[in-house]
C-alpha cells in the first residue's frame, strides 16, 4: 500500500493551494481519507476527513471556512484544498487512509496507512 502525497510548496499569505494523495495497493473506495498536518515542534493535527464515498466530509473548527477537503474515485485520489492560506498554516501535510469499517476519525491512531507528506510553507 502506497499514498502519495503531492501539491506542496511555498505560498503567499492569503494565496490557495490544493493538495492531492494518491492511493495504490489498496481499494480506494473501500477507505475513508484524512488530511493531518505537523508544524515544526507540534503534534500532528486533524484537519479534514471524508467518507469512502465522499458524501460525509467532517473539518474541526480550526480548519471549517478555509479548507475543503474531497475525492475522486475513479482516479484512487483525495484531495485538500486551502484557501487563504496563513503563516500559521505551515506545515507537512500527511493524508492517511482509515477503513471505512473503523470507527473513529480525528485520531492519528484510527487510520491505518499514511502518505509520506508534504510541505507547505506559507510566507512573503
Known amino acids: 500500500v502506497q499514498l502519495q502525497a503531492s501539491g506542496g510548496g511555498l505560498v503567499q499569505p492569503g494565496g490557495s493551494l490544493k493538495l492531492s494523495c494518491t492511493a495504490s495497493g489498496l481499494f480506494f473506495s473501500n477507505y475513508n481519507m484524512g488530511w493531518f498536518r505537523q508544524a515544526p515542534g507540534k503534534e500532528r493535527q486533524f484537519v479534514a476527513s471524508?467518507?469512502?464515498?465522499?458524501?460525509?466530509?467532517y473539518y474541526p473548527n480550526s480548519t471549517k471556512g478555509r479548507f475543503t477537503i474531497s475525492r475522486d474515485n475513479a482516479k484512487n485520489t483525495a484531495y485538500l484544498t486551502i484557501n487563504n492560506l496563513e503563516s500559521e498554516d505551515t506545515a507537512v501535510y500527511y493524508c492517511?487512509?482509515?477503513?471505512?469499517?473503523?470507527?473513529?476519525?480525528?485520531?492519528?491512531?484510527?487510520?491505518?496507512?499514511w502518505g509520506q507528506g508534504t510541505l507547505v510553507t506559507v510566507s512573503s
Open positions: 471524508i467518507s469512502w464515498s465522499g458524501r460525509g466530509t
Open positions: 492517511a487512509a482509515r477503513d471505512k469499517y473503523n470507527n473513529g476519525d480525528i485520531y492519528a491512531r484510527d487510520y491505518n496507512y
